[in-house]
């Protein structure tokens, strides 16, 4: 049986599901009250506990969220030659013949992508909290206005980025998915995908 190695902690995996569950939550009640899907009505009771359910779990995607900066930010802001090279080369998923540079812990594509999910997040959290309790500011209605337009790109933009990170992690990357499940992956598997990191570890 191949060796295993620990890649995430159990406070990782909750965070995540955590981080995920409450995704979908918004986004199933943010198109059920703003298209006025009356099945969805039927199964929240109304649309205004439709929007209570909407606006809390915007704060349990929000808690989340910043509990990922301890875990991914120091590595995703950490970029080197060997992330370009990643890049230029499309990370090998083009080709089987591409030889891709060794990775840290996050490859360059993961790391461009955690750094987006982070920036939208913080975005249509924001602007739904500004929405949601309305301060008392001079041109209130301006500033509602405009965390409506913000919080409606970036939801849309999460809409995409989340199905295509579900792929990416399953279908198209086999044994990747195990990781937010029990946390390990096969020593041989991680030395080819995030060799730098298995070095820096003291892994190999």
Do not use: C
Request: no cysteine; charged share 15%; glycine share 6%.
């Amino acid at each position: 049986m191949d060796k295993m190695i620990k890649k995430a902690t159990a406070f990782e995996i909750v965070n995540h599901w955590a981080l995920a569950v409450s995704f979908f939550v918004l986004a199933i009640t943010g198109f059920g009250f703003l298209f006025h899907l009356e099945q969805l009505n039927s199964i929240f009771g109304s649309f205004n506990q439709m929007r209570v359910v909407h606006n809390w779990a915007g704060v349990v995607f929000a808690v989340s969220l910043v509990l990922t900066v301890f875990d991914y930010l120091p590595v995703s802001l950490r970029f080197s030659s060997d992330d370009v090279t990643w890049i230029l080369k499309g990370g090998g998923y083009f080709s089987k013949k591409v030889k891709s540079p060794p990775q840290d812990r996050l490859n360059a594509g993961q790391k461009l992508y955690y750094l987006a999910i982070l920036l939208l997040g913080i975005a249509a959290a924001a602007s739904g909290l500004v929405i949601w309790l309305r301060p008392d500011v001079s041109d209130i209605k301006k500033w509602v206005l405009l965390s409506h337009l913000i919080h409606n790109i970036s939801f849309d933009l999460l809409v995409i980025a989340i199905p295509l990170h579900i792929y990416l992690a399953s279908l198209a990357n086999p044994g990747t998915f195990r990781i937010m499940v029990y946390g390990t992956v096969p020593l041989d598997w991680a030395k080819k995908r995030h060799e730098k990191w298995i070095k820096e570890i003291g892994a190999e």
